[in-house]
């Protein structure tokens, strides 16, 4: 097993597009997270899937925004009508299902870049 | 509200100094607390995680961490940096279905 894999690992877009990333999680686990990162900040909660279900889901995340774990293995996460505000670090993480402390395994991240 | 603040946000140390990044925490039960590590570009690798028990945590790359809950804090060390320990470091504190990350430490390693 490679880890978790997120494609593509940059993205240049205009403003106005529509983008989505995809995140392969390690085979195991059945926990998965998107989280945001800006330039000198820490990673920001996004949303969070358990299995298939989408069990949790920020603020942060507008309507634009939205995540899918359709069977469970794979997630995607689109933006609509990007706007340079959007501009950021996609991290995607998963942890297996034992509990609470158990950590999360981050992938390398989908840097966006909206122009 | 559960929160995690590392105060310093830029560090700079001589190769071979010693090193101590700080981590305050907000939370109202037993925390769960980790030390990640991103260089440029990068996704986060875990450096060490605290649950329970003794609470100096040793961790990968020579670095620990001591959990001290009178004051809210988990501060990571390590006895003598490498030039390669330059990177950003995050604390973390596992709240309910995510993770809670302060804002980072960026660490500059002199030669």
């Known amino acids: 097993d490679t880890g978790v894999s997120q494609n593509p690992r940059h993205k240049i877009t205009k403003r106005g597009q529509n983008v989505t990333f995809r995140c392969d999680p390690i085979s195991e686990h059945n926990r998965l997270y998107w989280y945001r990162q800006t330039l000198g900040q820490g990673p920001e909660f996004l949303t969070y899937?358990?299995?298939?279900?989408?069990?949790?889901k920020s603020r942060l995340l507008s309507d634009r925004f939205s995540a899918e774990r359709p069977k469970g293995s794979f997630s995607t996460l689109e933006i609509q009508r990007t706007e340079q505000g959007d501009s950021a670090m996609y991290l995607c993480?998963?942890?297996?299902?034992?509990?609470?402390?158990?950590?999360?395994?981050f992938g390398q991240g989908t840097r966006l870049t909206v122009v | 509200a559960q929160s995690v603040t590392q105060p310093d946000i830029h560090i700079t140390v001589s190769e071979g100094a010693s090193l101590e990044l700080r981590c305050n925490y907000s939370?109202?039960?037993?925390?769960?607390l980790f030390w990640y590590v991103q260089s440029p570009g990068q996704g986060l690798q875990l450096l060490l995680k605290y649950f329970s028990g003794d609470t100096l945590v040793q961790g990968i790359k020579g670095f620990e961490a001591e959990f001290k809950r009178s004051q809210s804090s988990f501060n990571l060390r390590k006895p003598s940096v490498h030039w390669s320990d330059a990177a950003e470091y995050f604390c973390?504190?596992?709240?309910?279905?995510?993770?809670?990350f302060g804002a980072g430490t960026r660490l500059a390693v002199h030669p």
């Open positions: 939370y109202g039960a037993t925390p769960y």
């Open positions: 973390a504190c596992s709240g309910y279905n995510k993770l809670i």
């Open positions: 899937f358990q299995n298939e279900a989408q069990l949790e």
């Open positions: 993480a998963s942890s297996p299902p034992e509990g609470r402390g158990t950590e999360a395994f």
